[in-house]
């Protein structure tokens, strides 16, 4: 009887995972396989795979992913670990009000998300430049376009981290530290000797969540430089929604997002296995 109501209250969650995530998922691995042959779809094998490794342009967006994924992750989080360790601190006035602060880039939208950096980055009356003094063409050159793109997801989400960081210290037990203390060890000693073996599980699921985030990488990339200049902020899911929904090759664009997904399952099972042995 327990059985029978144990199913009966898991149905309708396991009903609407089936049809909302399930279905799209066996669907679009089915697509990547399709191709459309004068209106018609047909089976294409594994032409959209192999397709993949002959265009330039997916070779193009997985280097840009890549040189994001080496240099904004870990900046973000250490600059989110640095955080937590201040607003942590007991005789911080304010903290509430400085949590918040950092917290609020990740509920921003993408119009005033966009509205704001292009101001900021504008090339001559851009406030970032006014402040230092240069015409840095922050989004129509290459190099510079990167720059900014890792510097805007580096804002909108070290404080959306650093809350998970905050919450990891916290719950670190005082007698801990207390311990530490009584053994005679220094700051640097307790920080990692206590906190970062405390806070490996945490910063584990902020990597691999930044990881995923990363690959996933869209809304910045469209809104500031939609993929410019020369492809420099060229991603592999921007690229997917190019091929989707502007080029409506909907199998190629499927063969990319299975790509992002395979992507995706290799570094996270890396990197968890990577901490995990340290531990």
Not at 49 to 71: C, H, K, M, Q, W
Not at 115 to 131: E, I, M, S
Request: net charge neutral.
């Amino acid at each position: 009887m327990r059985g029978r109501a144990g199913w009966f209250f898991t149905a309708p969650a396991a009903a609407l995972f089936a049809v909302f995530f399930g279905y799209p998922l066996v669907a679009s691995l089915v697509q990547s396989f399709q191709t459309d042959s004068d209106g018609e779809t047909v089976w294409a094998g594994l032409d959209n795979y192999t397709r993949l490794f002959e265009d330039p342009l997916v070779g193009r967006s997985l280097v840009n992913i890549a040189l994001i994924l080496t240099v904004q992750v870990p900046l973000m989080l250490v600059i989110a670990l640095g955080l937590a360790q201040v607003l942590n601190l007991s005789w911080l006035r304010f903290r509430s009000g400085y949590r918040v602060a950092y917290f609020l880039p990740a509920v921003t939208t993408l119009v005033a998300y966009a509205v704001v950096f292009r101001v900021l980055l504008n090339t001559d009356p851009g406030l970032l430049n006014q402040l230092l003094g240069t015409h840095i063409d922050w989004l129509n050159d290459p190099t510079m376009a990167r720059v900014a793109l890792i510097g805007s997801i580096t804002w909108r989400w070290s404080g959306y981290n650093m809350v998970i960081l905050l919450a990891g210290l916290q719950a670190i037990p005082k007698e801990q530290y207390e311990a530490a203390a009584i053994d005679g060890a220094g700051s640097l000693r307790t920080y990692l000797s206590v906190i970062v073996p405390q806070l490996r599980p945490v910063l584990l699921f902020c990597l691999i969540t930044s990881t995923i985030g990363t690959l996933q990488l869209f809304d910045e990339s469209f809104v500031l430089t939609s993929g410019g200049p020369d492809n420099a902020t060229l991603t592999p899911v921007l690229y997917l929604y190019e091929n989707g929904f502007q080029q409506l090759d909907f199998g190629y664009a499927a063969a990319i997002a299975w790509l992002v997904v395979a992507l995706t399952g290799l570094l996270s099972l890396v990197q968890f296995r990577a901490l995990r042995t340290k531990s």
